[in-house]
């Protein structure tokens, strides 16, 4: 977790309503993935970065490997968004393995 | 859609026991991984491979082993299981040509008494 820091750790949102996440790397990321882990405890894969945008829905994910972070902005949430979010990083020169934050924890409520 | 299937999905073992968890995906990917999860830390990498025989050591391979006999199997193998070694494990695949997205297994929890 030191070297991808995902903050909040925890976040409640009403239902409609938009919010941001975040990933701070103190390693020179390459790439960024961003996963769902359901309440079932699946890992589902929601994005995969090299530096810019991707949009996905009501999801939109950036990775700037220049200021070291990512942001995953979820809008007009709803209660299957709910789950634990987490972004791993392929470090530089170290291809092939992903670094993982400890998550954020978001609960969707009516 | 990528599949990834562990077995089994729960498993209760004893302490000093053999353990292995397996992994099955069928997407011809060429690099698979094993990971546990446990809270406070996070997922963490305890093995992967690049192909079939091929494995490599991840961030904490201390107490495990793996075997990759095929492009479709990898296993994760306890010699000697251990309390600390009560886990969640996942496995997954990805494929560099494709961008290396990676794609989980249900998970595996394991507990050692």
């Known amino acids: 977790g030191d070297k991808v820091k995902q903050s909040p750790s925890a976040l409640s949102l009403q239902e409609g309503t938009n919010s941001a996440l975040r990933c701070n790397f103190s390693?020179?990321?390459?790439?960024v993935q961003w996963f769902l882990q359901n309440p079932r405890g699946s890992l589902i894969n929601l994005f995969y970065l090299v530096p810019g945008t991707k949009e996905n829905g009501r999801l939109k994910s950036t990775f700037n490997s220049k200021e070291s972070y990512s942001t995953l902005h979820i809008r007009d949430a709803q209660l299957e968004d709910s789950g634990t979010y987490f972004c791993?990083?392929?470090?530089?020169?170290?291809?092939?393995?992903?670094?993982f934050g400890l998550g954020t924890t978001l609960q969707v409520q009516p | 859609e990528a599949a990834v299937t562990q077995s089994p999905r729960n498993k209760v073992a004893v302490t000093g026991g053999k353990v292995t968890l397996s992994c099955n995906q069928t997407?011809?990917?060429?690099?698979m991984y094993w990971y546990r999860q446990d809270t406070g830390h996070g997922l963490r990498l305890i093995h992967y491979?690049?192909?079939?025989?091929?494995?490599e050591k991840g961030d904490i391979p201390d107490g495990y082993k793996a075997s990759r006999p095929s492009q479709e199997n990898f296993s994760l193998i306890l010699e000697l299981a251990t309390p600390s070694q009560t886990s969640v494990y996942f496995c997954?695949?990805?494929?560099?040509?494709?961008?290396?997205?990676?794609?989980f297994g249900s998970g595996t929890r394991l507990t050692v008494l």
């Open positions: 791993a990083a392929e470090a530089a020169g170290n291809t092939r393995k992903l670094i």
């Open positions: 390693i020179a990321a390459t790439t």
């Open positions: 997954a695949s990805g494929d560099r040509g494709s961008a290396e997205t990676l794609y």
């Open positions: 997407n011809n990917h060429n690099n």
């Open positions: 491979s690049y192909g079939a025989g091929s494995t």
